[in-house]
């Protein structure tokens, strides 16, 4: 790969072979960076979710407590 390269001018190496390389896999590259996001996204929500009905379920634990010794 670097013999065929070696007489190119630097602005093929620098500029038109990764320019080529987004051209073909930019499609894929975004669909996994989308896929990577969403699924960030979804652990964030379901971490919220999971951590808000902990909290409520503590809260009304020991609001059901306190109130029962009478």
């Known amino acids: ?3 065929s390269l070696a007489g190119l001018p630097w602005w093929v190496k620098w500029i038109a072979v990764p320019v080529i390389a987004l051209v073909v896999f930019g499609g894929m590259i975004a669909s996994v960076v989308g896929f990577v996001i969403g ?6 929500v379901f971490v919220a979710l999971v951590g ?3 909290y409520i ?3 009304f634990m020991s609001n059901s407590s ?5």
Do not use: H, Q
Request: glycine share 10%; charged share 35%; no cysteine.
């Open 1 to 3: 790969m670097r013999e």
């Open 39 to 44: 699924l960030l996204f979804k652990v964030l």
């Open 52 to 54: 808000g009905l902990i």
């Open 57 to 59: 379920v503590r809260k």
């Open 66 to 70: 306190s109130r029962g010794d009478w």
